[in-house]
């Protein structure tokens, strides 16, 4: 724990080493009074951390924080590294862009944030307090923590889709499929068989002969069936997103899965903010399609609130109708 302590305090010391001299002298004087000259700003440091890590200190600075200053550390504890403005614009539909204006610069004021190069960051010496603070509610909707069971794009469906393909030796949707996949209502099953059926001719798993039968790449097709079904949704999602960034893509929806697992179900203004948090976050490009191409592949399900699917991980082989 001391080794924590010391680093943190080191951490503070460097952070306010790189802030502008106005901004520096304005903190000093703000909680150490005036400062005499001359002057030694290492010492000033000194002072400020020592200040900063007392507990009583911590202690009232932690006991004025309310509601929406903890939704906005929340934003900032999910996003890993944001600057102000996008703070701000990102929780704009929650309160007014001057109140968040005037709210995360207090933040800043009271020392709870700190400035990193320009992004938002937590003051390393009330880190560990104000993680404990944080929460993915109110922040991403209020909505008791439920999830759905049910039908998505999983392993076992790309190789009944295979098995499929196999038998008849071409690509065309019809409606008797329904009957091998009982499970999927006709439009979702439709809907999952295009767009698995574009993927994998871009990915050349499917391909048309001259004879124009469609075969197919057993290796590749040993290569997707190895993945786990969280691990092929989180492929599909990010290849829809952009097939050049494969692995931002990846990181962005295995995230999403975790922060839907917990809390559930929200509305779509939140689904959109965490949307938008997590893009932001892996460092892809969001757009409104995004939630259509969830809904897709069955990841998120509507029935007036969006609800995370229950998406398992760890699945043996089952008998399914096609095989």
Not at 262 to 271: A, E, F, M, R
Request: proline share 2%; glycine share 4%.
């Amino acid at each position: 724990m001391g080794q924590l302590t010391d680093y943190a305090k080191e951490k503070f010391k460097n952070l306010l080493s790189r802030y502008t001299e106005d901004n520096y002298f304005y903190i000093a004087r703000n909680y150490l009074g005036l400062i005499p000259t001359p002057f030694h700003k290492p010492a000033i440091t000194t002072r400020l951390c020592s200040f900063f890590s007392q507990q009583t200190i911590q202690e009232r600075i932690i006991s004025l924080l309310d509601e929406m200053d903890c939704t906005i550390l929340s934003l900032v504890s999910v996003s890993s590294s944001i600057d102000a403005q996008t703070c701000t614009a990102l929780l704009k539909g929650k309160w007014s862009y001057g109140t968040l204006l005037r709210r995360v610069s207090n933040l800043q004021e009271r020392m709870v944030l700190l400035n990193d190069e320009g992004k938002l960051v937590f003051n390393p010496l009330l880190e560990e307090r104000l993680k404990n603070l944080c929460s993915l509610k109110p922040l991403f909707g209020t909505e008791q923590n439920r999830q759905k069971s049910t039908p998505y794009c999983s392993t076992e469906f790309v190789r009944a889709y295979i098995s499929l393909i196999e038998k008849e030796k071409k690509v065309v949707f019809k409606d008797e499929y329904a009957l091998f996949f009982p499970a999927y209502n006709l439009e979702q099953l439709q809907l999952i068989f295009t767009s698995l059926t574009d993927t994998l001719n871009k990915l050349c798993i499917i391909y048309q002969q001259k004879d124009r039968k469609t075969s197919i790449n057993y290796t590749k097709v040993h290569q997707l069936l190895s993945l786990n079904d969280r691990q092929l949704l989180c492929f599909l999602v990010a290849f829809d997103l952009d097939e050049r960034a494969i692995k931002e893509g990846v990181q962005f929806t295995n995230n999403l899965i975790a922060i839907l697992e917990k809390i559930g179900c929200c509305d779509t203004s939140s689904l959109k903010l965490l949307l938008r948090t997590l893009a932001l976050k892996a460092g892809i490009r969001y757009d409104s399609s995004l939630i259509d191409c969830l809904s897709k592949w069955g990841l998120i399900t509507l029935d007036e609130l969006w609800y995370a699917n229950q998406i398992e991980e760890n699945v043996g082989r089952t008998t399914l109708v096609v095989d």
